[in-house]
C-alpha cells in the first residue's frame, strides 16, 4: 500500500496578550487572527479492510453505522436547545450515554443536569449568555453530509448561538465533525465573530463533552487516567493534559471514552470531568479549573474575527491499555486513523519525521504548559514576550511579539 507523507508546520496565528507580572489580573486575550495553525500531513494511508462508515440524514438527524452497526444519531431537532450525538454505542452496540429527557429517557430515570447530552458542544459565559445551561440556545442552520460513505465519515454544520433573547446571534460556529471507523469523532471547530466582538469569559462550565451512561460513572467504579498518568477524576479535573481517559462497566463489559485536547489549539485545554458521568473539555476557565490560583484569562475575538479550536473523542472497548489510547491520540495529531492491527503510521520508516514532530508537539503543548521559559531567538517560537517583565516571560500559543 502507497503512502505518501507530506509535514509542515504553519505557525500563522497572531495573538496579543498582556498581563503584569505577579498581578491576578489579565487582560482579555485577543485573538486577531485565526488562520491555519495545524500540523498538516497528507496521508494515504487506509484501505478498504479498515472498516466503513455510513451516513443518512433524514430530516432533522443523520444516522451512524459502522460496518453495518449502529453508532450514534447526530439530532438538529430545534425542539432541542443544542445540537447532539445520541445514543452513543460502543463495539458490539452498547449503549455508553445516559438517556436523554424528551429523547429515550423512561419516567423512572433520575436524570441531573438535563443539558448534558451524549455527546455535545456547548460553554456558558460569551458575552453573558449561557449556552452549557441551556438559557441561552444554540440552532442549527446547516448540516450537510460532506462524504457519507467511507472513513471517515464527514458532516458539515453551521450552528447560530444566540442570546438569551433568542434574537441576536452571539457567536456563530462551523463545525466539520469526522467519524472514524474505531471510533473516533473529531471535532474541528471554527467560531466567526459578526459586527461585535464575542468575549468568551471564565467558566469551567464547557465545552466539548459527553455524558456516560450510570454503570460507568466513577462514584461506582469508573476509573479515569490522563497521558502523564494522573488517577481519578479528583488529580486529572482541571488539569492540562494531551488526553484523559474515562473507563467503566457496561453489562459486565468494560468500555471508555477518550477526550483529546489539539496541542496547536490557542492553549492548553482543561478536563471537567466528574465522579457523576460528566466529560468534558475547555480552554476557557484558567480561573476557575484552578480554583483561582491561576488569574481569568478571557479570549475575545473581534468583529469579523474567527478562532479555531480541534477536539477528538475516542469511544472505545476495553481499558486505557487495551484500547491503545495513547496510540490513536497519535494517530488523531497524524490524521492517519487506522483500525486495531493496522499500525503503519507508527512502523513505516517513512512516518518517522511525522511521529517525531508529533512528540515533540505534545511535550512543547503540554509539559511545560504555563512555565517560565528562558528568552529564545528562535524564529519558530510559538511563544509570545510579555515586554512589562525583567526578565521577560514567555507565554505559550503566542508568536513572538515583533516589537520586543
Not at 496578550?17 to 505577579?22: L, N, V
Not at 495545524?38 to 438527524?61: H, K, P, Y
Not at 471510533?183 to 467558566?203: Q, W
Not at 484500547?323 to 495529531?333: K, M, S, T
Request: net charge negative; proline share 5%; glycine share 8%.
Amino acid at each position: 500500500m502507497k503512502k505518501t507523507l507530506t509535514l509542515g508546520l504553519c505557525l500563522s496565528a497572531a495573538l496579543l496578550h498582556s498581563s503584569m507580572c505577579g498581578a491576578q489580573t489579565v487582560t482579555p486575550r485577543i485573538i486577531i487572527q485565526e488562520e491555519e495553525l495545524e500540523l498538516r500531513t497528507d496521508l494515504t494511508l487506509l484501505d478498504d479492510t479498515a472498516g466503513t462508515v455510513t451516513l443518512t440524514q433524514e430530516d432533522r438527524t443523520i444516522a451512524v453505522k459502522i460496518d453495518g452497526e449502529d453508532f450514534s444519531v447526530f439530532h438538529t431537532d430545534p425542539k432541542f436547545p443544542k445540537p447532539f450525538f445520541a445514543p452513543v454505542r460502543g463495539p458490539g452496540g452498547t449503549v455508553m450515554t445516559r438517556p436523554i429527557d424528551g429523547l429515550d429517557a423512561k419516567p423512572e430515570d433520575k436524570l441531573d443536569h438535563v443539558h448534558h447530552k451524549g455527546i455535545f458542544l456547548a460553554v456558558d459565559e460569551i458575552n453573558g449568555n449561557q449556552h452549557w445551561a441551556e438559557t441561552s440556545k444554540i440552532a442549527n442552520v446547516s448540516t450537510e453530509i460532506i462524504q457519507e460513505k467511507g472513513n471517515p465519515g464527514v458532516i458539515d454544520v453551521v450552528n447560530q448561538w444566540l442570546d438569551k433573547d433568542g434574537e441576536r446571534v452571539a457567536v456563530t460556529e462551523s463545525t466539520r465533525i469526522k467519524i472514524y471507523a474505531n471510533r473516533l469523532v473529531t471535532y474541528d471547530i471554527t467560531f466567526s465573530a459578526g459586527e461585535d466582538m464575542v468575549e468568551f469569559e471564565d467558566t469551567k462550565e464547557g465545552m466539548f463533552g459527553f455524558r456516560m451512561i450510570d454503570s460507568m460513572r466513577e462514584s461506582v467504579g469508573g476509573r479515569v487516567v490522563n497521558a502523564e498518568g494522573l488517577k481519578g477524576t479528583a488529580e486529572c479535573w482541571g488539569k492540562t493534559s494531551a488526553w484523559v481517559d474515562y473507563v467503566g462497566e457496561v453489562d459486565g463489559k468494560t468500555f471508555g471514552v477518550t477526550i483529546m485536547d489539539h496541542p496547536l489549539n490557542f492553549r492548553p485545554s482543561r478536563y471537567h470531568v466528574r465522579d457523576y458521568g460528566l466529560f468534558s473539555v475547555s480552554p476557557f476557565g484558567e480561573k476557575s479549573y484552578t480554583n483561582g490560583d491561576q488569574p481569568a484569562d478571557p479570549a475575545i475575538i473581534p468583529a469579523g474575527g474567527t478562532l479555531r479550536l480541534r477536539y477528538g473523542m475516542y469511544i472505545h472497548a476495553g481499558d486505557t491499555e487495551a484500547a491503545d489510547v495513547d496510540g490513536v491520540y497519535r494517530d488523531y495529531l497524524a490524521g492517519d486513523v487506522p483500525q486495531a492491527g493496522n499500525k503503519a503510521a507508527s512502523t513505516d520508516a517513512d512516518s518517522s519525521a511525522v511521529i517525531q514532530s508529533i512528540d515533540k508537539l505534545i511535550e512543547d503543548s503540554y509539559e511545560q504548559a504555563g512555565e517560565e521559559l528562558e528568552p529564545s531567538n528562535e524564529e519558530s517560537a510559538v511563544f509570545v514576550d510579555d515586554c512589562d517583565c525583567d526578565p521577560p516571560r514567555r507565554h505559550r500559543r503566542f508568536r513572538r511579539c515583533r516589537g520586543c
